[in-house]
C-alpha cells in the first residue's frame, strides 16, 4: 500500500515552472507543464546533481539549470544523447491537490 | 436482489431515476429500446423543466436558439411511454433498507432498482463575496434566465473562468450586449484542452471580439454590498460588474450517495453495467467515477448509458471507459481537441502553423498512432483524427500528409511532395505574403540564388512568414538537382524553427509582434512550446523590441534570471549588491558583513569585477538577504543576468598621480546609465584614467581610456575562454560624448545580436566598419539609438530584489510543503 502525502495543490505551481520540497528525506520537485499536468522526480539531476526545479520547462521535460541536460519529465531518463536517469517520485492527482507517494517508495528507488 | 420481483409481474417493477438531466433521460430511453414495459419508470427532477439539451444552453444563452428547440423529450414522451416525471422536487433521501426514496415534498417513492444521475455540482471558489446576489454559475436554464435578466440591463459583466463554459458564457453574454471580461488563472485559455498556441490565438480572436481576457488572474474577493459591484484581484485591480459567472469547474454530485452509504471515491463508484457498491442502486452520468475516471462531456455518458441498459436486460457488453474530444460552441471559433496532446515521453508532434490563414493544427504521434490532436480555425479533420486515434490505427503509411488532413493523406497520388511542385504552374504563387511567383523563385535560383538564404534576399519568398520554405526548398533542389546541397548558411535559431536569429529579430520588428506564443504562431515553430533554447532568446527581443510593454516571461529565463541570483554547483545561491564603479562605504560594507553572518554565507570574495561576492546563500533566503541589502540602500549587482554587469573603474585623478581625467566619477555615471537593462548576453564597462589601463578597459564590452584630451571608446572586448583585445571605435573630448557613444553602441548590441552573442563575436561577424558607421559616422542614427537606450532604462531601472522583498513571485523562494501546510 502506498501512502499519499497531500503537499499542495495544481495552483501552487507556476505553469511552465515547477515547486521544491523535501519528501522522505529527500529534494523533490514537482513540475507543471504548459498543458497542466503534474510530474515529480527527485531534484537531482544525473549528471552533476542539479536542482532540476530551476530549469526551464518546455513540453514534458525540464533542462537542467546547470549544464542544461535535458530531462524527461514521465520518466525522469535523461534525453538526446545523455544518459541517466533520476527517480520518479509517485504521485497522483485527487481533484486540484497533489498527492506524493509514500518515503518507503521513495528511499528504495534512491 | 430484487425481493418483490419474484412475485409481481414483470412489468411491475418499478425503476425510479434521480435526475431528469441528459443521462437519466437518455439511460431511460435506452432501456425503453431494448425491452419495453420491462419497469415501471418514476423520474425526479429537481428542475421545473422536461428534459433538455444542457449542451445547448450556450446557443440559448446567445440568442441562437430557443428553449423549446433544446427540449429532448416533451410532456407526450413521458405520457407514452408511461413515465412518471415529478419535476420541482428534488431527492432529498434514500433509504436502502426500506429501497424507498423521498422528496423534498416529503414525498415517498418505493424502487427496485434505483438509478442515481444528478449529474454535477458548478463549483464555488471560496472568495468573500461570492454568495452575493448577481453571483451565479452556468449549469442550467434557470442559470440562463438569470444571466438573460442581467444582460438586459447592460453594463460590465465578469466571468470567472475560461475554459469551454466560461468562454461559452462570456460569448452569449457579449452578443447580449455585456461589456465582458473573463479571468483565468493559468496562463492559457482552455488549458485543460489546448496547448499554449492554439490557446494563445482563442484568446486573440475574443479580443479582437471586445472581450477583455485576463490570464494568470487570481480572485481574490467579489465586491458588493446588496448585490455584486465587481471583482478584485489578488494583485488589486478591480473590475467592475453587475453580473458574475463562476464557471471554473464541477463536481460530481455525490451526497445523496454518500449519505445513502454508497461507495463514493470523487464520484459515485460503479461497475462496467454502471451498477454501485448496492446491486439494486445504479449511477450514470458526470456523477459517477468509472475505473478512477470521471467524465464531465456527453460523448461517454452515451456509452454508459448502453451499458447500464444492457445490463439492466441482463446482456452483458460492459462499458470500457471513453475517450473524449472537444469543441467549442462559439460562433466562428473553431477549437477541437481530443486525447493526450502533450503526449510526452516518446511522442513526436506534428505541427502546421498557417500564419495568414489563423490555423493552428498539431498531432500527437506515439508508436505510430495518433494519440491527440489540437485543432484551431480549421476543425473539419477533427472527426478523422479523432477516429484514427479511437482505432489506434497504424499511420505510418500516411504519416508525411496527416498533418494536411483526411482529402490529402487519402489522396494517394499526391504523395511525394517534389511532384506536385513540379506539377505547379509557373504563374502559381508560392510566397503569398511577397506575392512571389513560381517563375519568380525559379528565376532568382537560375541567376544564382542558390541557397534558402539568397532566395529570400534576392526575391523576398519564404522571407516573411515563412510557410512557404519547404515550398522553396522543394524548387531549389528540383533546380538545382544534385547541386542543392539542401544546407542551409545561416544557423537556424534552434531546432524549433527553420529561422536564424537575424531573421526572428526582423519580423519581430517588422511584424509587430506582442508575444511569445504569437512569434512561434507567425514564424511557424514546430514545436508547441519552445525549447529551453528559443524561449529565452524570444523573450529578450520581444523585451527589447517593446521595451515598457512587453510582459517579461519569468518561465522563459534561465534560473539565475529568475532568481535574481547566480546558482552554484551544490544547488545554493551567490548574491552580489551593486558598488557603484566600485566604490561603496563602511554602511555598505557593514551590510554585507552582517548579512555573511545573518545567514551563515560561507564564503565572500572579491570579483574580477570589484564587487564582493556573498556564496552559499539558500533559495528560500534570498529574499530576507535582499530585503537587509536594500535596507542598507544597495541594490542588484545583477552578476546573474545577460545585462549590465559591472563598470569597472581605476582610481584616476582624484588619487593617481597619472591620471587624467575623473574615471571613478565617469565610471559612476556610466553605472548609474546603464544598470538595469537586459542584454543580448551579459555585459562589462571599465573606466581607466590613463593608458596604463589599471581597469582593464581593453577587455571589456565597452572600454574607456581617458588620455589627456579626452576619451578613447573601445570595444568588442572579452576576457573570457577566448581572449579578445578591443577595437578602438573612436575619440572624443567630452564626458557627455562618452557616454552617449556609450549608450548608443549599447544600444545597438541590444537590437541586433543573436541572443547569447557577447559582443566579440558579434563585432567579430558583423565588422568593425559597420559599428563605425552606426554609432561614429551617423550622428542622426547615433542619437536615435542612444535615445532609444535611455528610453528602454525608464522601465528596467527598478530593483528587482525591491519587488521581490515586497513579495512578487513568492513562490519561487518557498518549498512547495508550506504552501500545503497553511
Ligand atoms: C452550458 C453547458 C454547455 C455544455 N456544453 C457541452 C458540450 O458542448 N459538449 C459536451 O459534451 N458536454 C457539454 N456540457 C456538459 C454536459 O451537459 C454534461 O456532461 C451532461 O449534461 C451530464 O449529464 P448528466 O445527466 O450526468 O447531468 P445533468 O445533465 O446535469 O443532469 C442532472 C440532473 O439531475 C438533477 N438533480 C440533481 N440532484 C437532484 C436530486 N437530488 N433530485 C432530483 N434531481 C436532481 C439536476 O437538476 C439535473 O437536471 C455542457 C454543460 C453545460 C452546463
Ligand atoms: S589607469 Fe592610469 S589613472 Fe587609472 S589608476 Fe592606473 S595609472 Fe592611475
Ligand atoms: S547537473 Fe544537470 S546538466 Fe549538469
Redesign the pocket.
Same mark, same amino acid.
Given at each position: 500500500m502506498t501512502n499519499w502525502t497531500d503537499v499542495g495543490c495544481v495552483a501552487d505551481i507556476p505553469v511552465q515552472g515547477a515547486r521544491n520540497l523535501q519528501f522522505g528525506g529527500q529534494p523533490v520537485a514537482v513540475f507543471r507543464t504548459v498543458d497542466d499536468r503534474i510530474f515529480a522526480l527527485v531534484d537531482r539531476c544525473p549528471h552533476k546533481a542539479g536542482p532540476l526545479s530551476q530549469g526551464i520547462v518546455h513540453g514534458h521535460t525540464v533542462s537542467c539549470p546547470l549544464h542544461n541536460w535535458r530531462i524527461a519529465l514521465v520518466s525522469g531518463e535523461a534525453q538526446g544523447d545523455d544518459k541517466g536517469c533520476t527517480p520518479v517520485v509517485p504521485m497522483r492527482l485527487d481533484g486540484d491537490r497533489i498527492l506524493l507517494g509514500a518515503p518507503a517508495a521513495l528511499a528504495d528507488a534512491a | 436482489m430484487a425481493t418483490v420481483g419474484t412475485t409481481k409481474a414483470e412489468s411491475d417493477r418499478g425503476l425510479v431515476v434521480?435526475?431528469?438531466?441528459? *443521462?437519466?433521460?437518455?439511460a431511460v430511453e435506452e432501456l425503453l429500446e431494448r425491452e419495453q414495459g420491462r419497469y415501471q419508470v418514476t423520474i425526479?427532477?429537481?428542475?421545473p423543466?422536461v428534459n433538455y439539451?444542457?449542451?445547448?444552453?450556450?446557443p440559448v444563452?446567445a440568442g441562437e436558439k430557443t428553449f423549446d428547440e433544446i427540449v429532448i423529450n416533451d410532456r407526450a414522451w413521458y405520457a407514452d411511454n408511461g413515465i412518471e416525471l415529478i419535476a420541482s422536487?428534488?431527492?432529498?433521501a434514500i433509504d436502502r433498507e426500506a429501497k424507498t426514496v423521498t422528496?423534498r415534498s416529503g414525498r415517498t417513492v418505493a424502487y427496485d432498482k434505483l438509478l442515481i444521475?444528478?449529474?454535477?455540482d458548478p463549483f464555488i471558489i471560496p472568495v468573500p463575496g461570492k454568495d452575493l446576489p448577481g453571483v451565479i454559475t452556468?449549469?442550467?436554464m434557470a442559470d440562463?434566465d438569470h444571466m438573460l435578466g442581467a444582460a438586459e440591463k447592460g453594463g460590465n459583466a465578469v466571468v470567472i473562468g475560461g475554459g469551454?463554459?466560461g468562454l461559452? *458564457?462570456a460569448h452569449g453574454l457579449t452578443l447580449r450586449g455585456m461589456k465582458v471580461t473573463v479571468l483565468h488563472l493559468p496562463g492559457t485559455l482552455m488549458e485543460r484542452q489546448l496547448d499554449e498556441a492554439a490557446g494563445w490565438l482563442l484568446k486573440s480572436a475574443l479580443e479582437a471580439r471586445g472581450q477583455t481576457i485576463l490570464t494568470k488572474a487570481d480572485t481574490a474577493e467579489i465586491v458588493g454590498e446588496h448585490h455584486v459591484e465587481g471583482v478584485r484581484l489578488k494583485d488589486g485591480t478591480l473590475i467592475p460588474a453587475s453580473l458574475v459567472v463562476m464557471a471554473v469547474g464541477i463536481r460530481p454530485?455525490v451526497?445523496?450517495a454518500r449519505d445513502a452509504g454508497l461507495e463514493v471515491g470523487r464520484g459515485i463508484k460503479v461497475d462496467d453495467h454502471m451498477v454501485t457498491s448496492d446491486p439494486d442502486v445504479l449511477a450514470?452520468?458526470?456523477?459517477v467515477e468509472h475505473d478512477g475516471l470521471v467524465?464531465?462531456?456527453?460523448?461517454p455518458?452515451w456509452e454508459m448509458c448502453r451499458a447500464l441498459a444492457d445490463g439492466l436486460v441482463e446482456r452483458h457488453s460492459g462499458y470500457k471507459g471513453s475517450v473524449?474530444s472537444?469543441?467549442?460552441?462559439v460562433a466562428g471559433l473553431d477549437v477541437f481537441s481530443a486525447g493526450d496532446f502533450l503526449g510526452g515521453d516518446g511522442a513526436e508532434d506534428i505541427v502546421l502553423r498557417d500564419a495568414s490563414r489563423g490555423i493552428y493544427k498539431r498531432v500527437v504521434v506515439k508508436d505510430d498512432r495518433v494519440v491527440g490532436a489540437v485543432l484551431y480555425g480549421d476543425t473539419s479533420d477533427g472527426g478523422w483524427y479523432f477516429d484514427l486515434l479511437k482505432k489506434g490505427e497504424d499511420i505510418s503509411p500516411i504519416r508525411d500528409m496527416l498533418i494536411f488532413g483526411q482529402a490529402y493523406a487519402s489522396g494517394g497520388g499526391q504523395g511525394d511532395p517534389s511532384s506536385a511542385v513540379a506539377a505547379l504552374s509557373d504563374d502559381a504563387e508560392i510566397c503569398g505574403c511577397n506575392g512571389v511567383s513560381k517563375a519568380r523563385v525559379v528565376q532568382s535560383i537560375v541567376g544564382g540564388a542558390v541557397s534558402l538564404d539568397a532566395v529570400r534576399s534576392t526575391c523576398k519568398a519564404s522571407a516573411s512568414c515563412g510557410s512557404c520554405t519547404n515550398l522553396v526548398e522543394h524548387l531549389l533542389s528540383l533546380t538545382l538537382g544534385a547541386d542543392y546541397g539542401g544546407a542551409r548558411t545561416t544557423k537556424t535559431l534552434c531546432k524549433c524553427t527553420s529561422f536564424g536569429h537575424g531573421d526572428v529579430r526582423r519580423e519581430i520588428v517588422a511584424q509587430g509582434m506582442r508575444s511569445i506564443p504569437e512569434v512561434m504562431q507567425k514564424l511557424h515553430w514546430s514545436t508547441p512550446d519552445g525549447c529551453s533554447g528559443c524561449r529565452p532568446a524570444l523573450n529578450y527581443y520581444l523585451l527589447c523590441a517593446l521595451p515598457g510593454d512587453y510582459k517579461d516571461d519569468q518561465q522563459s529565463r534561465f534560473v539565475n534570471e529568475r532568481m535574481h541570483a547566480n546558482i552554484q554547483k551544490d544547488g545554493t545561491y551567490s548574491v552580489v549588491p551593486r558598488m557603484w564603479g566600485g566604490l561603496t562605504t563602511p554602511k555598505e560594507l557593514r551590510a554585507i558583513a552582517d548579512v555573511v553572518e545573518k545567514f551563515n554565507a560561507p564564503m565572500v570574495k572579491v570579483t574580477g569585477g570589484q564587487r564582493l561576492d556573498i556564496f552559499g546563500i539558500k533559495g528560500e533566503d534570498l529574499p530576507a538577504v535582499w530585503a537587509d541589502l536594500n535596507a542598507a540602500g544597495m541594490v542588484s549587482g545583477h552578476a546573474y543576468g545577460k545585462s549590465l554587469r559591472t563598470v569597472k573603474t581605476c582610481v584616476g585623478t582624484d588619487w593617481c598621480r597619472f591620471g587624467t581625467q575623473d574615471s571613478t566619477g565617469l565610471g559612476v555615471k556610466t553605472e548609474q546609465m546603464t544598470w538595469g537593462s537586459w542584454m543580448p548576453h551579459k555585459f562589462k564597462i571599465a573606466v581607466s584614467g590613463c593608458p596604463r589601463n589599471c581597469a582593464e578597459a581593453t577587455i571589456k564590452d565597452f572600454g574607456v581610456i581617458c588620455v589627456d584630451s579626452g576619451y578613447e571608446l573601445h570595444v568588442g572586448g572579452n576576457g573570457g575562454i577566448k581572449v579578445r583585445v578591443t577595437d578602438l571605435l573612436c575619440k572624443v573630448a567630452t564626458e557627455e560624448e562618452a557616454m552617449h557613444y556609450c549608450a548608443a553602441f549599447t544600444q545597438l548590441y541590444r537590437e541586433e545580436a543573436h541572443y547569447l552573442e557577447r559582443t566579440a563575436p558579434w563585432i567579430e561577424r558583423i565588422g568593425l566598419e559597420y559599428v563605425k558607421s552606426r554609432v561614429v559616422e551617423d550622428g542622426e542614427g547615433r542619437d536615435a539609438l542612444a535615445a532609444r537606450f535611455l528610453f528602454s532604462q525608464r522601465f528596467t531601472q527598478d530593483d528587482p530584489w525591491a519587488k521581490r522583498v515586497a513579495g512578487e513571485d513568492a513562490q519561487f523562494h518557498q518549498p512547495l510543503m508550506m504552501a500545503a501546510a497553511e
Open positions: - | 434521480i435526475g431528469n438531466g441528459m *443521462a437519466g433521460c437518455r425526479f427532477g429537481a428542475e423543466h439539451n444542457r449542451i445547448m444552453l450556450s444563452l422536487d428534488p431527492v432529498d422528496a444521475a444528478t449529474g454535477s452556468f449549469r442550467d440562463v469551454l463554459l461559452e *458564457a454530485s451526497k445523496l450514470v452520468g458526470e456523477c467524465y464531465g462531456l456527453v460523448a455518458l473524449t472537444t469543441k467549442l460552441k
